[in-house]
């Protein structure tokens, strides 16, 4: 069965600092890749998504994403942080073959200080 | 759009009663998921529908849990009798067919079992 790993669970960052969350899966078919967001209080919602052509996705609110397929990842960055941005940021994959199945990373917690 | 309803948003019960979770989705999505939420971590797949009929629930605990999606729209998660563990937040998603893997979600359920 596939995994999705996110080995940063917890990001402290000041405004303005750049910042890459880590996602890394382990599936030896072809993928779609998603970044899920929940804002404090709020619901998960999608940030980006990539299924195919350009490995870097951007997404809503500033958001980028760049899968490289040779080392099974799916980053997420951001050049600049805001205060607004402090959330709990999940990745996660689907299999082409898997329908609408979704299997998420463990989260990555990310607080930015004013 | 209206969004994913879920009801209750919070439920506090003793171990061995049974509790009961309901979901709306978004009209005109078929597909409907419930996932468990535990602290910390990402989103676990309990079951998945598509219009009616549930076409992933290996991951469903069969002894205590049952859920049901009549009419293909509405949905209910049971747990009887609740144990400890199964203190955690349920989430509902909901998507439709021609999105792949992008997901709606609702506010959850926070369950907290004493």
């Known amino acids: 069965a596939q995994s999705v790993s996110q080995h940063n669970h917890h990001v402290i960052l000041s405004e303005a600092a750049s910042l890459e969350l880590g996602c890394n899966y382990s599936?030896?078919?072809?993928?779609?890749l998603f970044w899920y967001v929940q804002y404090p209080g709020q619901h998960l919602q999608l940030l980006l998504k990539?299924?195919?052509?350009?490995?870097l996705v951007k997404g809503i609110k500033g958001f980028e994403a760049e899968f490289i397929k040779s080392k099974f990842s799916f980053n997420l960055r951001k050049p600049s942080v805001q205060w607004s941005d402090t959330a709990e940021y999940f990745c996660?994959?689907?299999?082409?073959?898997?329908?609408?199945?979704?299997?998420f990373g463990g989260g990555t917690r990310l607080m930015v200080k004013p | 759009e209206a969004g994913v309803v879920q009801s209750p948003r919070y439920k506090i019960i003793e171990k061995k009663q049974p509790v009961a979770f309901w979901c709306n989705p978004i009209?005109?999505?078929?597909?409907l998921y419930w996932y468990l939420q535990n602290l910390g971590q990402g989103p676990e797949l309990l079951i998945r529908?598509?219009?009616?009929?549930?076409?992933?629930d290996s991951q469903l605990p069969k002894d205590r849990f049952s859920a049901e999606r009549l009419k293909g729209v509405d949905s209910t998660l049971k747990i009887q009798p609740a144990e400890l563990g199964d203190s955690a937040v349920y989430l509902c998603?909901?998507?439709?067919?021609?999105?792949?893997?992008?997901?709606?979600f609702g506010p959850g359920t926070r369950l907290t079992v004493l």
């Open positions: 529908y598509e219009n009616e009929e549930a076409v992933d």
């Open positions: 990539y299924f195919s052509g350009d490995p």
């Open positions: 998603a909901s998507s439709p067919p021609t999105r792949i893997g992008e997901q709606f």
């Open positions: 599936y030896g078919g072809t993928v779609n």
């Open positions: 009209s005109g999505h078929n597909t």
């Open positions: 996660a994959v689907n299999p082409n073959n898997a329908g609408n199945m979704l299997t």
